[in-house]
């Protein structure tokens, strides 16, 4: 900078009162613009760049994990939490330069809970490793447990929690990672409530105060952020007070009071009922990451891609902005998620399958970005499919037996997009019966016995998608999975969906 004075502006006119007086005073203001906007730079890129994605894997076929790894990297995304330590991934996020918080399964927390070295063998595994050589991870976080205080879950798995990450974070420590990695526990939107609806009187379940304070002290004493779960789509679906306005960051939604403060969404209401729980247990300070949120697309009323679009929009915008009734936002939020996973528990319902930014084979669902340079997500690029063809039900053959034969596809494969309330809910009969004949067929890579169905099933070459109704092919991959033996019991919902359709079902 002085260089430059010094170049530009002659000695003898520099040194004049005049000048000297009027370019003090426009460096003065030059410098507080400069100031401004750096801060306003610094306050953009903290909440933007602390934006990531869930990458989770309960797929038949999974996109290649290079492949997704290029998704992300073409979209801006800087972070991404996995709910494994799935080597092959590991390996593709080598070199990225993108954050990453390794999962540790809930199957496992009471092994780690029992022994120090098993704790200390995992981290060898699935962190010590990855640390080494020029293609580092760079793993930031070890997250114990994918929401073990869910409240369906009861007992089975918070025994084993604050012990578990006690030995993972030992192990860190004796790795010399200690103070590179952090160990979070991610806890479930259920984890925390208000009877009232009103935050101020936000606290945990009764049942999990003891384990929160074991937790938030853990917590605190190694500096590590408490992760959970935000949900405004499940506050719509749960609490008649809660309308879709509210959720999707509408202006025109009516706000919710609670004595002098005054919430315009539901996102505000949940993190202020959060941080009034923390308060209540003696942590009103400790940061918070945002684990999961997010709008599903499809297996439920209001789950599209347009109320979807408009939530992320409004989240985002929110975030970026720093508005509302947010006494301190969370330092890291991470979406729900970046694919579909057609393989995901639909236990709380058939939405679970729908949760992705991207489709399956990684294509945009909607307009949206994480980058603020760009106005559209990139998709997926020369991506391979199975050959262009379907199984469909033959209308030549006698269908008496074709909605039990479809039954028998949906027990092992995805039929939720034909369940009340899903995309294809509306094609009627027998074309519900060809998305499952297919959805089966295409799980199992277009193997000609997956499309017999008794003689009722056909293969065509002819698209029978139907409107916004889209039936898939399938990824060629190697890691499709096979097929398994039918269990009829968690096909309850298409057996209520055929009968209520009046369908001539014999099983």
């Known amino acids: 900078f002085f260089i430059t004075w010094n170049f530009l502006v002659p000695r003898h006119y520099r040194q004049s009162r005049s000048f000297t007086d009027s370019m003090a005073h426009r460096l003065f203001l030059l410098i507080l613009l400069l100031l ?14 602390a934006v990531g994605v869930n990458w989770g894997t309960d797929a038949s076929h999974p996109l290649p994990p290079s492949k997704v790894v290029e998704l992300l990297k073409s979209n801006g995304i800087a972070k991404v939490k996995l709910f494994d330590a799935d080597p092959e991934i590991l390996r593709a996020l080598s070199g990225s330069n993108i954050g ?152 025109t939604a009516k706000a919710h009071k609670d004595g002098r403060r005054t919430y315009k969404n539901s996102f505000d209401l949940s993190y202020a009922t959060l941080v009034s729980a923390l308060s209540s247990i003696g942590f009103p300070e400790v940061s918070i990451v945002v684990s999961k949120i997010g709008w599903p697309t499809d297996g439920a009323a209001n789950a599209t891609s347009p109320t979807a679009e408009a939530f992320l929009k409004g989240l985002m915008g929110h975030l970026e902005k720093k508005t509302g009734s947010m006494a301190r936002p969370p330092v890291e939020t991470y979406i729900e998620s970046f694919l579909d996973e057609d393989q995901r528990n639909t236990s709380s319902g058939n939405f679970e399958r729908h949760w992705g930014v991207f489709t399956f084979d990684g ?18 690029q020369n991506v391979e499919y199975l050959p262009p063809k379907w199984c469909v039900v033959n209308n030549n053959k006698d269908l008496a037996n074709a909605s039990a034969k479809a039954l028998e596809a949906c ?52 698209d029978p998608s139907e409107g916004s109704c889209r039936f898939w092919i399938q990824l060629d991959t190697s890691h499709s999975s096979s097929s398994t033996i039918p269990i009829f019991f968690q096909s309850w919902p298409l057996l209520l969906f055929f009968l209520l359709s009046g369908l001539n079902l014999k099983l």
Not at 363 to 380: E, I, M
Request: hydrophobic share 40%; with cysteine.
């Open 36 to 49: 401004a906007i750096t801060a306003e730079l610094s306050v953009t890129t903290f909440f933007v760049g």
């Open 411 to 462: 027990s092992v494969s995805d039929c939720t997009s034909i369940l009340p309330g899903g995309s294809c809910s509306g094609i009627g009969w027998p074309g519900n019966v060809s998305y499952a004949f297919n959805s089966l067929y295409q799980q199992n890579d277009h193997s000609a016995e997956s499309c017999d169905f008794g003689g009722l099933g056909l293969i065509t070459t002819v």
């Open 100 to 251: 990453v918080t390794v999962g540790i399964p809930n199957s496992i927390l009471k092994s780690l809970n029992a022994s120090r070295k098993v704790a200390e063998s995992w981290v060898h595994d699935n962190v010590t490793r990855y640390f080494n050589g020029g293609n580092r991870v760079r793993i930031e976080y070890v997250a114990v447990g994918d929401e073990p205080f869910l409240q369906s879950y009861g007992n089975q798995y918070k025994p084993f929690v604050i012990g578990a990450a006690m030995n993972i974070q030992n192990a860190l420590a004796k790795a010399s990672l200690g103070n590179e990695v952090k160990v979070v526990v991610p806890s479930s939107f259920d984890s925390f409530l208000s009877e009232s609806n009103r935050p101020s009187s936000g606290h945990f379940r009764a049942d999990l105060n003891k384990t929160m304070i074991e937790l938030l002290s853990f917590l605190t004493k190694h500096q590590s952020p408490f992760f959970v779960t935000i949900s405004p789509f499940l506050s719509f679906r749960q609490n008649k007070n809660i309308s879709l306005d509210f959720s999707l960051f509408k202006e």
């Open 363 to 380: 294509q945009a669902k909607y307009s949206f970005s994480f980058n603020r340079n760009s106005k559209k997500l990139v998709n997926a």
